[in-house]
């Protein structure tokens, strides 16, 4: 039922935009509506805001943004907690990853291939050039078919906010043309090359979804939907990697430790792991397996017993990773992570804070240690990291969360409110942040800066709610 309605406020939030019929699709109309569709997002599902993972996807996009070349938008990427195999390239260039599509790729080249083939729609303006030809689409629709794609499509709820408001098949009038997705496909395999990358990751991308599609026929997945043909598109991509007489890729076995890292922290996430213990449990018993891929679930393994809060089993699998990958650092955090859960204090702050002074620019183990100092009692301290993290990442919601609750503790008073409220608008709840908003604003003892700051989300909230 909460899903239900927050299909239809998503639906009035977008479609209150502009009722003109739309003819050329501008950057700026890109810009808002993207605006628009990421707050829908954000009130359906969770966004994971971990950052660690927000770390690892945003260097993964800015290394294809660097030979991509100069872009019209600044590109955002998100991690969606959803089992729905689906990933959204929304205008402006907001590009979403749903955690099931993730848990189906077994590299970091699978992931860099779908990450370029989104970019690679933007750039190239693909949904853009569908709504310019097609003059039946006007932005209220527009948007209501954007929230259904992007929210994935399929179900009730999805049926009732289109169900009225658009024509049969305008919908399907955004989906990705053949034409769309081999030039998407193209730039992508371009842009691997580039970066010194694999392309078989980007064929093998295609396999499982080739795979997919025949198993699931009558219930296929809403990003088969949107980016239609992977045979098609396979031979396509086939057919480029043998024109190559030689392709001399970099062989970095980092790549596959950061990925599987990646991978099996967003796996741990989900409510009922079983199948996941018993996934790795297989790559485990298999004789055959390569040793990074049976270190790496043994890390899956730590990941999971973490979450179900078994400390010292999820300490004992992460020290034998250690012990065979003793020169990755970022391990050393993950350790540090499972002892303050242990309440070793003071063993987790020796380790966060020697990270923190020779890598000062890791939010990962700066958002560790401010909790550490949070939890020890040293508010102060606490506090300046929550702040260089919030700087270095402005949409981490629990950050300004963090920050109001540590503020509040120091005894201030507005100001844990502002960022309250902050919280608020980055979780998409944005009556509750609006509200905050105005109450701060109207104090009689905020700052100057705090309440033009304020003032500020309150016009970017009502602009996102009446267009």
Same mark, same amino acid.
């Given at each position: 039922?909460?899903?239900?309605?927050?299909?239809?406020?998503?639906?009035?939030?977008?479609?209150?935009?502009?009722?003109?019929?739309?003819?050329?699709?501008?950057?700026?109309?890109?810009?808002?509506?993207?605006?628009?569709?990421?707050?829908?997002?954000?009130?359906?599902?969770?966004?994971?805001?971990?950052?660690?993972?927000?770390?690892?996807?945003?260097?993964?996009?800015?290394?294809?943004?660097?030979?991509?070349?100069?872009?019209?938008?600044?590109?955002?990427?998100?991690?969606?907690?959803?089992?729905?195999?689906?990933?959204?390239?929304?205008?402006?260039?907001?590009?979403?990853?749903?955690?099931?599509?993730?848990?189906?790729?077994?590299?970091?080249?699978?992931?860099?291939?779908?990450?370029?083939?989104?970019?690679?729609?933007?750039?190239?303006?693909?949904?853009?050039?569908?709504?310019?030809?097609?003059?039946?689409?006007?932005?209220?629709?527009?948007?209501?078919?954007?929230?259904?794609?992007?929210?994935?499509?399929? @179900?009730? $709820?999805?049926?009732?906010? &289109?169900?009225?408001?658009? %024509?049969?098949?305008?919908? *399907? /009038? !955004?989906?990705?043309?053949?034409?769309?997705?081999?030039?998407?496909?193209?730039?992508?395999?371009?842009?691997?090359?580039?970066?010194?990358?694999?392309?078989?990751?980007?064929?093998?991308?295609?396999?499982?979804?080739?795979?997919?599609?025949?198993?699931?026929?009558?219930?296929?997945?809403?990003?088969?939907?949107?980016?239609?043909?992977?045979?098609?598109?396979?031979?396509?991509?086939?057919?480029?990697?043998?024109?190559?007489?030689?392709?001399?890729?970099?062989?970095?076995?980092?790549?596959?430790?950061?990925?599987?890292?990646?991978?099996?922290?967003?796996?741990?996430?989900?409510?009922?792991?079983?199948?996941?213990?018993?996934?790795?449990?297989?790559?485990? @018993?298999? $004789?055959?397996?390569?040793? &990074?891929?049976?270190?790496? %679930?043994?890390?899956?393994? *730590? /990941? !999971?017993?973490?979450?179900?809060?078994?400390?010292?089993?999820?300490?004992?699998?992460?020290?034998?990773?250690?012990?065979?990958?003793?020169?990755?650092?970022?391990?050393?955090?993950?350790?540090?992570?499972?002892?303050?859960?242990?309440?070793?204090?003071?063993?987790?702050?020796?380790?966060?804070?020697?990270?923190?002074?020779?890598?000062?620019?890791?939010?990962?183990?700066?958002?560790?240690?401010?909790?550490?100092?949070?939890?020890?009692?040293?508010?102060?301290?606490?506090?300046?990291?929550?702040?260089?993290?919030?700087?270095?990442?402005?949409?981490?919601?629990?950050?300004?969360?963090?920050?109001?609750?540590?503020?509040?503790?120091?005894?201030?008073?507005?100001?844990?409110?502002?960022?309250?409220?902050?919280?608020?608008?980055?979780?998409?709840?944005?009556?509750?942040?609006?509200?905050?908003?105005?109450?701060?604003?109207?104090?009689?003892?905020?700052?100057?800066?705090?309440?033009?700051?304020?003032?500020?989300?309150?016009?970017?909230?009502?602009?996102?709610?009446?267009?």
């Amino acid at each position: 039922m909460k899903r239900f309605f927050t299909y239809i406020l998503a639906a009035v939030l977008i479609v209150s935009w502009r009722p003109a019929t739309v003819q050329a699709f501008t950057v700026g109309e890109e810009k808002e509506i993207g605006e628009k569709l990421l707050y829908a997002v954000r009130s359906s599902f969770p966004v994971i805001d971990d950052p660690d993972l927000q770390q690892y996807i945003n260097e993964l996009g800015k290394e294809v943004l660097e030979v991509a070349g100069i872009q019209f938008f600044d590109y955002r990427f998100y991690i969606v907690e959803s089992n729905q195999f689906n990933a959204f390239a929304a205008p402006s260039g907001m590009i979403f990853f749903y955690t099931e599509l993730i848990k189906a790729m077994n590299s970091e080249d699978e992931l860099v291939s779908v990450l370029a083939h989104e970019i690679g729609h933007v750039v190239k303006r693909h949904l853009s050039s569908r709504v310019q030809k097609s003059a039946a689409i006007n932005i209220a629709s527009l948007g209501l078919a954007l929230a259904a794609l992007a929210l994935g499509g399929g @179900g009730a $709820a999805a049926q009732t906010v &289109m169900t009225g408001s658009l %024509a049969a098949g305008q919908s *399907a /009038q !955004l989906h990705y043309s053949r034409q769309d997705e081999i030039e998407a496909d193209a730039l992508a395999y371009q842009w691997i090359r580039e970066l010194d990358r694999d392309p078989e990751g980007q064929r093998k991308m295609l396999q499982t979804m080739r795979r997919i599609t025949r198993y699931r026929m009558g219930q296929v997945p809403q990003y088969l939907l949107t980016h239609p043909d992977p045979e098609a598109r396979l031979d396509y991509v086939d057919s480029m990697i043998l024109a190559e007489k030689v392709i001399d890729v970099n062989d970095d076995a980092n790549k596959d430790f950061a990925f599987l890292r990646f991978k099996y922290r967003i796996m741990a996430m989900e409510k009922d792991n079983r199948a996941n213990r018993a996934y790795l449990a297989s790559i485990l @018993g298999d $004789a055959n397996a390569e040793q &990074m891929a049976r270190v790496m %679930a043994k890390y899956g393994l *730590a /990941q !999971l017993n973490l979450a179900e809060n078994n400390l010292k089993q999820s300490l004992a699998f992460l020290d034998e990773v250690i012990a065979a990958l003793p020169h990755q650092q970022i391990l050393i955090i993950d350790r540090a992570v499972i002892l303050t859960q242990m309440g070793e204090f003071s063993q987790a702050l020796e380790i966060l804070e020697e990270h923190y002074r020779k890598n000062p620019y890791d939010m990962y183990g700066a958002y560790e240690l401010a909790q550490v100092y949070e939890r020890v009692g040293d508010k102060e301290k606490a506090e300046r990291l929550y702040r260089v993290v919030i700087a270095e990442m402005p949409e981490f919601s629990e950050g300004y969360f963090a920050l109001g609750r540590v503020l509040t503790d120091l005894g201030k008073e507005i100001e844990p409110r502002f960022y309250l409220a902050t919280y608020h608008l980055y979780e998409g709840k944005l009556k509750l942040a609006q509200s905050e908003f105005k109450r701060v604003a109207d104090h009689p003892g905020v700052s100057e800066e705090i309440r033009e700051e304020s003032l500020a989300r309150i016009e970017l909230i009502e602009r996102i709610q009446k267009g």
